[in-house]
């Protein structure tokens, strides 16, 4: 059981590249969700998606891009690093029920930016 | 603005004691909560939910309440364990899921 995967892992990153989370899904769950964490903040929502070709903004989307597809995959797009995106990220999946089901998360993703 | 908030960074309890953790929320819109356990290098696990409707959902050690009026809910967990030490995150949902900042459980043998 696969679940929700996150690729890649770890990754440090200079000021200025740009790069791709890639998160996948094998549940055909409708919802996908980005969240970062940072120390001592929580989870904060970046991007979340209701099916594939739907997407909006979460709490935090600056410096972010997401596109969907299809059911299975959410990538996250980061155009020009910076140090203030050094974080964990996190990319979760949910049935669209009611009430709402529970979200799946993936591992995670560590990414410095130096 | 955060609409969900833990206001206790870290708790630490003796084994087989309760363990209490507390969430206050700003938006009465939210119909759906949950809680999360998180360990370190992993990603967040479901523990309980509870919808706006009911005040008490309990499944075996972990009991969550809520309070509309005060715009608060809690986790009770009975007896604490030492494997109950993570992270516990609550979340609000109004479609989309808003989390707290999280508590810090520590069980001592």
């Known amino acids: 059981n696969a679940g929700v995967t996150q690729t890649p892992k770890f990754r440090i990153l200079k000021i200025g590249q740009s790069m791709t989370l890639q998160c996948a899904q094998d549940m055909n769950h409708n919802y996908m969700y980005w969240y970062r964490q940072d120390p001592g903040m929580g989870l904060k929502l970046i991007y979340y998606s209701v099916g594939a070709g739907i997407t909006d903004k979460g709490e935090v989307p600056n410096g972010y891009n997401v596109s969907r597809s299809t059911t299975e995959d959410f990538p996250l797009r980061l155009e020009l690093a910076a140090p203030s995106q050094t974080s964990v990220y996190f990319c979760?999946?949910?049935?669209?029920?009611?009430?709402?089901?529970?979200?799946?998360f993936g591992e995670g993703s560590r990414l410095t930016v130096l | 603005d955060q609409q969900v908030k833990q206001n206790s960074p870290s708790l630490s309890v003796q084994e087989g004691r309760i363990s209490i953790l507390n969430c206050d929320y700003t938006?009465?819109?939210?119909?759906?909560f949950l809680w999360y356990k998180k360990y370190p290098a992993e990603g967040p696990t479901f523990l309980i939910s509870i919808s706006s409707i009911k005040d008490k959902n309990e499944d075996g050690r972990f009991t969550v309440f809520l309070n509309k009026s005060a715009k608060h809910l809690s986790l009770h967990i009975v007896p604490s364990q030492p494997g109950d030490s993570a992270v516990y995150f609550c979340?609000?949902?109004?479609?989309?899921?808003?989390f707290g900042t999280g508590t810090r459980l520590k069980v001592l043998a």
């Open positions: 938006n009465s819109m939210f119909d759906y």
């Open positions: 979760a999946s949910s049935y669209l029920t009611s009430p709402p089901g529970e979200l799946f």
């Open positions: 979340a609000a949902s109004e479609g989309k899921y808003i």
